[in-house]
């Protein structure tokens, strides 16, 4: 019964996030119409991947791609993003129906502070098994995030949603607010499985978390209870080229940088040695036989 109430409060919240949402794509699309088209100076990831890009800049090759002069000639709809070329992630556009399935898992994934949303497990993990786009549809966790998002611009807010470092203006209530809180816990959980590396989704990261077994699984609970999935989920829809940069994976682009950097010091080297190595290397002196005897 719970639930029921917070739903209908989120199924407004949401629907005034998402038109929100939609005129802001609105203006930016009529502002980009308006504006000459300009060479871009930062261009996104080429096809090499940041490692490729960063040891082609430094050898002065061109590693771009063929498509990125189709995102340098292309701004970003949503304003949100400080910098950069890449596209933000396109956001689920949900029907009516959708809205209230949505609202009902925000309800559900919410806990303050000081608390846990690990008890009810269960009814979260067989929510998703019927509504399988909530955790299979990357636009979903889009959408909560862009909705956290406006719903921050519009309060004046610089911080992420919780319950003790919201900063409310006189204009805002603290419906939206605590709306806001609650938006930011259901990204914690949609965004928790693919930080946390879980192939298995919410039922792999939930059996890992809920009975922690391993440093790994007691440091996942840590980042669970703390919403450090929602604060990094959040950061890459703010950021599209922070995640454009390394791609999914937050390892393994940089684990690439430095492969390609270390083979890129040996050739350096190599190259060294084989010019100049045999003219600075010592002759022997030969004794003469009156030493020698």
């Known amino acids: 019964e719970?639930?029921?109430?917070?739903?209908?409060?989120?199924?407004g919240w949401l629907r005034r996030q998402e038109l929100q949402m939609e005129r802001h794509d609105r203006e930016g699309a009529e502002r980009r119409a308006r504006q000459p088209k300009e060479p871009s100076i930062v261009s996104p990831p080429p096809s090499g991947g940041l490692a490729g890009g960063l040891i082609g800049g430094m050898l002065g090759l061109d590693g771009?791609?063929?498509?990125?002069?189709?995102?340098?000639?292309?701004?970003?709809?949503?304003?949100?993003?400080?910098?950069?070329?890449?596209?933000?992630?396109?956001?689920?556009?949900?029907?009516?129906?959708?809205?209230?399935?949505?609202?009902?898992?925000?309800?559900?994934?919410?806990?303050?502070?000081?608390?846990?949303?690990?008890?009810?497990?269960?009814?979260?993990?067989?929510?998703?098994?019927?509504?399988?786009?909530l955790e299979e549809d990357p636009a979903t966790l889009e959408l909560l995030c862009r909705a956290h998002n406006t719903s921050m611009r519009l309060s004046g807010s610089?911080?992420?949603?919780?319950e003790e470092e919201t900063v409310r203006p006189a204009r805002e209530s603290a419906e939206d607010a605590r709306m806001r809180a609650m938006c930011f816990s259901c990204i914690n959980t949609l965004a928790?499985?693919?930080?946390?590396?879980?192939?298995?989704?919410?039922?792999e990261l939930f059996t890992l978390i809920c009975t922690p077994e391993t440093d790994k699984a007691r440091e996942l609970r840590v980042k669970w209870q703390r919403k450090e999935f929602a604060k990094d989920a959040v950061f890459?829809?703010?950021?599209?080229?922070?995640?454009?940069?390394?791609?999914?994976?937050?390892?393994s682009g940089w684990g690439e940088v430095w492969m390609l950097l270390?083979?890129?010091?040996?050739?350096?080297?190599?190259?060294?040695?084989?010019?100049?190595?045999?003219?600075?290397?010592?002759?022997?002196?030969?004794r003469s036989a009156a030493n020698a005897t």
């Open 192 to 203: 928790g499985p693919r930080k946390a590396r879980c192939a298995g989704g919410l039922l």
């Open 236 to 251: 890459e829809s703010l950021f599209p080229d922070a995640r454009a940069a390394v791609g999914d994976d937050d390892d």
């Open 64 to 133: 771009g791609s063929s498509s990125s002069h189709a995102f340098g000639a292309e701004d970003r709809s949503s304003g949100f993003g400080a910098y950069g070329n890449t596209p933000p992630a396109p956001w689920r556009r949900v029907t009516k129906e959708e809205r209230k399935t949505l609202a009902m898992f925000v309800a559900m994934s919410h806990f303050d502070d000081g608390t846990t949303n690990l008890d009810r497990h269960p009814q979260l993990l067989d929510f998703t098994r019927h509504n399988r786009w």
């Open 158 to 162: 610089g911080k992420p949603a919780s």
């Open 2 to 11: 719970q639930f029921l109430q917070l739903q209908d409060q989120i199924v």
């Open 262 to 286: 270390g083979l890129l010091v040996v050739m350096i080297g190599a190259i060294v040695f084989f010019i100049w190595g045999p003219l600075s290397t010592p002759q022997p002196v030969k």
